[in-house]
């Protein structure tokens, strides 16, 4: 093949997105650290799979305009910091490709190295032995391989880059002593390389489809519309918050559109079964309208959505959480919006972008509370310009309430940025979780479903009990800081008393003080901070 035109370049898309998804569970499972929140195969899925579905929908003849569509996409879906470095690299691709109407094999391999550049560019701090690894290092094969035989065919130059891609995948363990230890490889680039495959497959005849898989949001092409509008019980009032309602109805439902008024929410979707949805609404208060209809094509919601022009106000606080008592005390400190993700459920950049424009004021200040969703935040940061947005690196609830009791509503946001940078420079996370796999780190032998403590990303306590191993890691965090006050947020199978009693060794054995939270969060049966 000389020229890759645009029906084709869209099925090789299609091709590879299929090829990741068939495969995304093998790469969660790569997650260096054994805690239950490897989602890198999720979060890759989900940035390319329904981008590439809507590109395909794309009514374009031109591979540069199309390649522009999917990356605008890929964009707004990125989830992760291997999504959003991902989404850069289809960037850079469509960079390459604009004005292009068919892709000879030379505008294919600047396309890559294109898309490598920017990838790196996006990266404030590049780690090599990761997915950018592989994105350089294959691109920068496949271009030489096109420069030293410039008539070669797209199949063979794209053959070529699958090789050299999984051979430098399998280099990665000896650039990231993390690795060689845990005995993977990169989990990002490993999903990199299902991609190109899946594009090789395509330009060798084989393209990959869908395994059948049974989904969660699969469209509902039958069924009914649902208009419901709730007056929100005095619970809903301070608790109600749109994105965690909208998420577990995409579990059943499509065409889902949420908005609140005061004390009150509008719903729009379709389901086949709207009883169950009648029934959902119910437990946050009273029903005021209900409408059910058979759908029909072009059914339109006869409910208004916009959202109402409310005077903007100066500065507001978004702030990340997957927990309603962990959201409930950031909206007793200063908290205006809670996006709703953190482990296993990443938010994706439109979700931020959302919350910007929610929040509706001149400046918006965003706490991540998660190291894998600051690149998601930074790039929604980039993205609206009718707000000044500052991202403070929080890279856990605890910093987040940390950084929130030191936020002043009446300071300049310059002011708020270095006083809750400080605050969460103060303060060190202990996190108690349930190892989802046998592995060694740090020295420890971990043994699947054993209790492993952590102090900040730092493993360093592992037990079968989980009073002993959590007391280990407090004396552990106690060699790298004095423990004075202790900020301990118990999990969902957690009882007050429990709780109590680890705030009572730290009182007897370290003179500190300390307060608990019912965070109500799962997989996290402890969430500490110390200072």
């Not at 209809?293 to 072009?298: A, R, T, V």
């Not at 959480?321 to 809670?338: P, Q, R, T, V």
């Amino acid at each position: 093949m000389e020229q890759l035109d645009c029906r084709q370049f869209k099925e090789m898309i299609i091709s590879g997105a299929n090829n990741l998804a068939n495969n995304a569970e093998r790469v969660n499972k790569l997650n260096v650290f054994p805690v239950p929140d490897g989602d890198t195969g999720t979060n890759m899925n989900m940035t390319i799979s329904a981008a590439a579905e809507e590109t395909v929908r794309f009514m374009n003849d031109y591979i540069g305009d199309t390649a522009k569509f999917l990356s605008k996409n890929m964009l707004m879906n990125a989830r992760g910091n291997s999504g959003v470095i991902l989404s850069q690299v289809f960037k850079g691709i469509a960079k390459a490709l604009a004005g292009v109407q068919s892709a000879d094999v030379k505008q294919l391999a600047e396309a890559f190295m294109s898309g490598s550049r920017a990838a790196y560019k996006a990266i404030m701090k590049p780690v090599e032995g990761t997915i950018l690894t592989v994105v350089r290092e294959s691109a920068e094969m496949g271009d030489y391989l096109v420069k030293k035989n410039p008539r070669c065919s797209i199949e063979d130059y794209m053959a070529y880059m699958v090789v050299e891609a999984n051979e430098s995948l399998k280099r990665t363990p000896d650039l990231l002593e993390v690795l060689k230890e845990a005995g993977v490889v990169d989990s990002g680039a490993s999903g990199y390389c299902c991609i190109l495959e899946g594009f090789n497959a395509y330009l060798q005849g084989n393209p990959v489809g869908k395994s059948e898989q049974p989904t969660e949001t699969e469209p509902v092409e039958e069924g009914y519309c649902v208009e419901i509008i709730v007056n929100l019980n005095e619970q809903y009032k301070r608790e109600f918050v749109i994105n965690r309602l909208e998420s577990s109805l995409g579990r059943s439902c499509n065409n889902i559109k949420l908005a609140r008024e005061e004390d009150s929410v509008k719903l729009h979707v379709h389901s086949e079964r709207p009883g169950d949805i009648i029934n959902t609404l119910q437990r946050f208060g009273d029903l005021d309208t209900v409408r059910v209809e058979k759908l029909s094509k072009g059914h339109n919601p006869t409910l208004n959505f916009e959202v109402k022009n409310e005077e903007r106000k100066n500065c507001a606080v978004i702030t990340v959480c997957n927990a309603e008592g962990i959201a409930s005390k950031f909206k007793e400190l200063a908290a205006d919006y809670i996006v709703f993700g953190g482990q296993t459920m990443n938010p994706s950049t439109q979700d931020f972008v959302n919350a910007i424009k929610e929040a509706n004021a001149r400046s918006i200040i965003i706490l991540p509370n998660n190291s894998n969703i600051i690149l998601a935040a930074k790039q929604a940061k980039q993205l609206v310009k009718s707000s000044q947005v500052e991202v403070i690196e929080s890279k856990s609830v605890i910093e987040g309430i940390n950084a929130c009791l030191n936020y002043s509503e009446d300071a300049p946001i310059e002011d708020n940025i270095k006083s809750m940078n400080q605050a969460i420079r103060d303060i060190r996370t202990i996190s108690l979780t349930q190892a989802v796999k046998n592995t060694t780190m740090n020295g420890l032998k971990i043994r699947k479903n054993n209790f492993i403590g952590l102090v900040d990303k730092d493993l360093v306590a592992t037990g079968k009990a989980l009073d002993k191993t959590l007391f280990a890691t407090i004396d552990q965090a106690s060699q790298q800081q004095e423990i004075s006050y202790l900020t301990i947020i118990y999990g969902k199978e957690i009882t007050k008393a429990q709780a109590q009693q680890v705030l009572d060794y730290a009182v007897e054995k370290y003179d500190a003080d300390g307060e608990l939270i019912a965070g109500q969060q799962e997989l996290y049966p402890f969430i500490i901070g110390i200072e």
